[in-house]
């Protein structure tokens, strides 16, 4: 309703796609916690991706810039929110000693964003594979070894990144801590 006339200047159209984008948006937050189901599914689109590209035997210009938009939002995903680097301290920066308050690290990309982009781009070039106006006549090797330099490079600036900082981008599942627990536990087994 636009409140002068009360009628609804939604057109049928954008009300389908108002819908379609509610039920998707359903679907994509039911598979939140379901991390690596979500990753299985989208090494599976990427395989038939690959698959395509194979036994079409072109689109490589396409796969060459996917490959460089993925590399792009790898460093997104390794790269801690608040850089030391780029911003001044303020408080909020990553412990660069032992003796530092511990800071949880937090992505500039998170993992769930990282993965919905990624499957995102696969099925747009995937898409892509269907138009002959896309299979650009290239020389795959080249860019094949382009894009590998380019892989190393920004890896070892990231690696660097990580190492002058003392951050870990990963941790799998929640850390365990024995302390007193364990010795609890270590003497009830004594009294039996």
Same mark, same amino acid.
């Given at each position: #309703?636009?409140?002068?006339?009360?009628?609804?200047?939604?057109?049928?159209?954008?009300?389908?796609?108002?819908?379609?984008?509610?039920?998707?948006?359903?679907?994509?937050?039911?598979?939140?916690?379901?991390?690596?189901?979500?990753?299985?599914?989208?090494?599976?689109?990427?395989?038939?991706?690959?698959?395509?590209?194979?036994?079409?035997?072109?689109?490589?210009?396409?796969?060459?810039?996917?490959?460089?938009?993925?590399?792009?939002?790898?460093?997104?995903?390794?790269?801690?929110?608040?850089?030391?680097?780029?911003?001044?301290?303020?408080?909020?920066?990553?412990?660069?000693?032992?003796?530092?308050?511990?800071?949880?690290?937090?992505?500039?990309?998170?993992?769930?964003?990282?993965?919905?982009?990624?499957?995102?781009?696969?099925?747009?070039?995937?898409? #892509?594979?269907?138009?002959?106006?896309?299979?650009?006549?290239?020389?795959?090797?080249?860019?094949?070894?382009?894009?590998?330099?380019?892989?190393?490079?920004? #890896?070892?600036?990231?690696?660097?990144? #990580?190492?002058?900082?003392?951050?870990?981008?990963?941790?799998?599942?929640?850390?365990?801590?024995?302390?007193?627990?364990?010795?609890?536990?270590?003497?009830?087994?004594?009294?039996?």
């Amino acid at each position: #309703m636009d409140g002068l006339g009360g009628s609804s200047t939604e057109t049928p159209v954008s009300k389908k796609l108002h819908e379609f984008s509610r039920i998707y948006q359903y679907y994509l937050d039911k598979t939140t916690p379901h991390a690596v189901p979500r990753w299985v599914g989208t090494a599976i689109i990427a395989l038939i991706y690959g698959i395509r590209v194979y036994f079409v035997q072109g689109f490589y210009i396409i796969t060459y810039g996917l490959g460089i938009y993925i590399l792009n939002l790898l460093i997104g995903f390794l790269t801690p929110l608040i850089d030391p680097e780029l911003e001044a301290s303020d408080g909020a920066v990553l412990p660069t000693k032992g003796s530092d308050e511990f800071k949880p690290f937090i992505r500039r990309l998170p993992e769930f964003k990282f993965w919905h982009t990624i499957t995102k781009a696969f099925c747009i070039a995937f898409v #892509m594979t269907f138009f002959s106006v896309f299979d650009v006549p290239v020389f795959w090797p080249i860019l094949l070894c382009y894009w590998v330099v380019l892989f190393v490079l920004t #890896m070892k600036r990231q690696i660097a990144h #990580m190492i002058k900082y003392r951050y870990v981008p990963f941790s799998i599942g929640k850390q365990k801590y024995g302390g007193k627990k364990s010795g609890a536990a270590a003497s009830g087994s004594r009294a039996d």
